[in-house]
């Protein structure tokens, strides 16, 4: 994509501040209310399963409506839409906090997810509109360094607040921050007017929304309830005859809300591809290894949080570095050694037990997060990079969507996988809770896990030494490859 005509890139410093404000603003969030969840139980006098929906219902409007945003913003313009869901964020984080029950606190945190949803989708479409190309990869290289911060700080304000103030103010805690946002928005962001006389695709957006909420659901009934549950299977068969009608629609629309041609550039699939994968993994890691610190290893919640912030803290290091990088060598090489890296840290995991060293699991852990550093930003550069510029919020919202499926599989399959092997392991040792058995059977059930994580990423690392190559002939031969846009 080359730099877009009539934007005036002397103020992308004070477009990136405000987007920042909202990208440091919805990951703090996405952490910090996790670790409530047992206060919420217990102060609400709801179970768990009730509880959960504060979480699950968040991500689940968050995934069904992010591409509906992108294509607006595509059609009407990304500042106010983007300005708009800063404001709802904003509405539903005091709405959240003044909760009295259960179902209001559900019911706000949907107003709260349709603000971050038109957020989430427009943040890497308007970063990349505000840097010439040439500077793609460092901005979102300090994009993926806010992220990093947001997951280290939400744990550690999330502890500090529930210590000293109630868990009202782990909403509260967001309003200055949206309303600064807010007004950057709207002083600094461009106004970019894309062409008129566009149409919505109802019928695409419809289909999608369904499917989408059915993928989502039946990952949700996996983390509760494992694979037992009968309605977990209808509800992915119905999924995926949604999604197939979702594409049987697109293909037919005059102006479908995601243009399919996208995902015919090879480069761009395997990059989107790519990224569900790491997001799977370290979404797995992240609900799994905090398992194994405080239930094999015998750490207290303090030290358990402290050796989590290994990884995010590596990447923060890492990822504007090879963002930078990125833009003078290309991104392709760079993708594919931090998918290496991450391997490395993952094959160490599979061999973690009760005398694992400290020093150890710092420096695999390490190296996931050094991995995920040096891949996240120049991926995401050549994503945006590979698309259109009248189709970058819905490049922008696939790139959210990729990422937020990616975390909610992670979750869901990777805790009833490690969950069922458990209790395979443990045998005839009768245990309610997989947490309370045998620290053998937790270590083997992890091991598990770890097993289908590197396989995972090995396909990842398979895929983006493929597009390398492809890159590389297509540098060489350019006559033959004309679809593939060398880097």
């Given amino acids: 994509m080359e730099n877009i005509v009539g934007v005036d890139y002397s103020k992308k410093w004070l477009v990136m501040a405000a987007v920042a404000c909202e990208v440091f603003l919805s990951t703090i969030d996405g952490s910090i209310v996790n670790i409530a969840l047992n206060t919420l139980v217990e102060q609400l006098h709801q179970p768990l399963a009730v509880v959960e929906w504060v979480v699950l219902v968040y991500l689940l409007v968050i995934a069904t409506l992010m591409l509906s945003i992108g294509r607006l913003a595509d059609m009407f313009g990304k500042k106010k839409l983007f300005a708009t869901g800063l404001a709802i964020f904003t509405i539903g984080s005091a709405l959240c906090g003044l909760s009295p029950n259960i179902y209001w606190l559900i019911t706000s945190r949907v107003i709260q997810a349709v603000g971050a949803s038109m957020n989430m989708a427009l943040s890497t479409a308007i970063v990349t509109e505000a840097f010439p190309s040439q500077e793609r990869g460092k901005a979102l290289g300090i994009i993926g360094l806010l992220v990093s911060l947001g997951v280290i700080a939400g ?10 103030l109630t868990w009202h103010w782990l909403f509260f805690v967001n309003l200055p921050i949206g309303v600064i946002g807010f007004f950057m928005v709207l002083r600094f962001v461009p ?40 309605l977990v299977y209808v509800l992915l068969v119905f999924a995926v005859a949604m999604i197939a009608l979702f594409i049987k629609v697109e293909n037919k629309a005059s102006e479908p809300m995601i243009d399919l041609h996208l995902f015919t550039n090879r480069l761009f699939s395997i990059n989107l591809i790519t990224c569900f994968i790491t997001f799977v993994a370290s979404a797995g890691v992240t609900l799994l290894i905090p398992l194994y610190l405080q239930n094999v290893m015998g750490f207290d919640p303090q030290k358990t949080g402290i050796l989590m912030i290994i990884s995010p803290l590596a990447m923060a290091v890492v990822a504007p570095l090879s963002g930078a990088i990125s833009d003078r060598v290309g991104s392709r090489v760079l993708t594919t050694i931090g998918l290496v890296i991450c391997l490395t840290g993952y094959i160490a995991f599979i061999n973690l037990n009760a005398q694992t060293s400290t020093i150890s699991y710092i420096l695999s852990y390490a190296a996931i997060g050094t991995g995920m550093g040096i891949f996240q930003s120049p991926n995401n550069s050549t994503i945006m990079g590979e698309a259109p510029k009248h189709r970058l919020g819905v490049a922008s919202g696939l790139l959210s969507l990729t990422r937020v499926l990616g975390q909610t599989a992670g979750i869901s399959i990777l805790g009833a996988l490690w969950e069922a092997n458990v209790f395979r392991f443990a045998g005839k040792i009768q245990v309610s809770d997989a947490t309370q058995a045998p620290i053998w059977a937790q270590v083997a059930g992890l091991h598990d896990a770890m097993l289908f994580i590197v396989i995972f990423i090995l396909v990842a690392v398979f895929l983006s030494a493929w597009a390398l190559i492809t890159v590389q002939r297509a540098k060489n031969h350019p006559k033959q490859n004309p679809d593939l846009q060398a880097e």
């Fill in 191 to 230: 106004e970019i007017k894309p062409k008129g006389d566009q149409k919505f695709d109802f019928w695409g957006a419809g289909t999608l929304f369904v499917g989408m909420a059915s993928f989502l659901l039946a990952l949700s009934f996996i983390q509760t309830d494992g694979f037992q549950n009968l």
């Fill in 155 to 164: 744990p550690t304000l999330g502890g500090i607040i529930l210590q000293y």
